[in-house]
């Protein structure tokens, strides 16, 4: 599914960044941020309540809906208060209108149908797959025709409340459940969504923090080629690992010893979180000048050192957010929130000091420390608790990096190489990329452990084909 949603987003991205203007992106990006800043504070994921209790009933589906509701009514107060704030901090006063017409869609989405849930809990994913990839074409379509129509920052602007309500009609359309607005429950909901706005606010200044910096010091076109760059560098990385949280939470919620059943689904899929991580995040460092050029184009060259740069950042950053549920497994959603609020108070100053000189390249740079330390910090707790030993991290981990190491040597070094055509020369990166990493992965995993894990899987399948050929 997230491959497929994946692939959609980045042509989404592409497609409108061929028809509007970085400056556009730029004042996009500071609305933005504003808006989620202010529905993170509040939100509190009701859904991972419901999804990760054990034998919920009406009244849990009803309280978590009308909380919902609750939220996004306050939302978008708040945001309407804070706009002239932000606008002024900002210096752009075409912020207002957009901050008021942004408004509107955390009022309108706080109504999806919290019913939808239901799809993670029975790990009914061929339902969960038609409704986020319907979902996500309808937004994509939303989006486009407001791009074509109106050809600049206000169709990304409106194409959200507008989303919204499309949402809002697909979750009732797709869920038979019916809410009703009831508070009875609330406060059960609340105990364990309160950690979770900490931790969301924190991660969102984790993903957002440079860029929250950027537009306080720096202008809208300018803002603009870093947010793009930022978004489309991390795409890959972030699409094919979120899904976890999906997945892991309604999967262990009836286990009774959870603690051990997480410990063995550790151990078997960490190897798979790193080297999809690495792979992702060294190969969007590889194609970073010819993926930029090719798809975006000429007028987004001053995006490529910012993209290399976060797409390093993706590697160490992959792997913490693949550890992330774990911790919401367990219990340990207060641990993983000051871990992530840790990163807030370390790092934010950081990213105003750095933006202050305007030095974006630079402030891509720290984006690096700042996943090294949410790497570093979210690995001691599963290395001191058991639920992990250190030789099976390296075990998981010295595979993915020969493989990154070979990877990188490949690329560069047909990168040296001339060709005719730009869209050669990025599919050529791409395939002697993919099947350098694949072949040192393999190859490796064979000779030296042989233990089950991805690279059997992935073996398997390429001994099947090659039985086929001779047959």
């Known amino acids: ?86 606008v002024w901090i900002f210096d752009e006063p075409r912020l207002q209108t957009l901050f008021f017409i942004g408004a509107l869609a955390p009022i309108f989405i706080s109504f999806e149908n919290i019913g939808t849930v239901n799809f993670r809990r029975a790990l009914d994913f061929r339902t969960e797959y038609r409704y986020w990839i319907i979902r996500k ?139 999809v991580s690495c792979a992702t995040g060294f190969g969007m460092y590889l194609i970073a000048a010819p993926f930029v050029r090719f798809f975006l184009g000429p007028q987004w060259l001053d995006a490529i050192p910012f993209f290399e740069w976060i797409a390093l950042s993706a590697v160490a950053g992959g792997i913490a957010l693949g550890l992330r549920p774990i911790f919401l497994v367990i219990g340990e959603e207060r641990r993983l929130a000051l871990i992530y609020f840790g990163s807030l108070v370390l790092f934010l100053p950081i990213f105003l000091l750095v933006a202050a000189n305007f030095d974006f390249e630079a402030l891509a740079q720290v984006r690096i420390a700042l996943s ?28 993915p990096l020969l493989a990154s190491l070979a990877m990188i040597i490949s690329v560069r070094m047909v990168q040296k190489f001339d060709a005719d055509w730009l869209a050669l020369e990025l599919l050529r990166d791409v395939l002697v990329g993919a099947l350098s990493f694949i072949a040192t992965l393999l190859c490796s995993w064979r000779f030296f452990s042989g233990k089950a894990g991805p690279e059997e899987q992935i073996w398997l399948f390429f001994s099947r084909l090659v039985s086929r050929q001779k047959t």
């Open 1 to 86: 599914m997230r491959w497929t949603i994946r692939i959609l987003g980045m042509f989404n991205v592409v497609i409108l960044a061929r028809l509007l203007a970085p400056e556009d992106f730029g004042l996009i990006a500071m609305s933005s941020i504003v808006i989620g800043l202010v529905t993170t504070l509040t939100d509190g994921s009701v859904d991972h309540a419901i999804a990760r209790a054990k034998s919920p009933d009406d009244e849990d589906y009803n309280s978590a809906w009308s909380l919902q509701i609750c939220v996004g009514i306050a939302n978008a107060i708040l945001i309407i208060l804070l706009a002239p704030l932000f």
């Open 372 to 399: 090294a330390y949410l790497l570093a910090a979210s690995l001691v707790y599963p290395l001191r608790s058991g639920l992990i030993s250190f030789a099976s991290l390296l075990e998981a981990s010295w595979r």
């Open 137 to 275: 074409l309808g937004k994509i379509a939303i989006t486009l025709v407001m791009a074509f129509t109106i050809r600049n920052y206000y169709a990304l602007a409106i194409s959200a409340p507008l989303s919204a309500l499309f949402v809002v009609f697909l979750s009732f359309r797709m869920s038979p459940f019916r809410p009703k607005f009831n508070l009875s429950r609330a406060r059960g909901i609340w105990d364990f969504s309160k950690w979770l706005i900490v931790l969301d606010t924190s991660r969102m200044f984790e993903r957002r923090g440079d860029e929250f910096a950027a537009g306080v010091f720096g202008v809208a076109d300018q803002l603009g080629t870093y947010s793009v760059a930022s978004d489309l560098a991390t795409m890959p990385t972030r699409e094919m690992i979120e899904p976890l949280d999906r997945v892991i939470l309604p999967a262990f919620a009836n286990q009774p010893d959870i603690t051990a059943s997480v410990k063995e689904a550790l151990t078997a899929s960490l190897s798979l979180i790193i080297a």
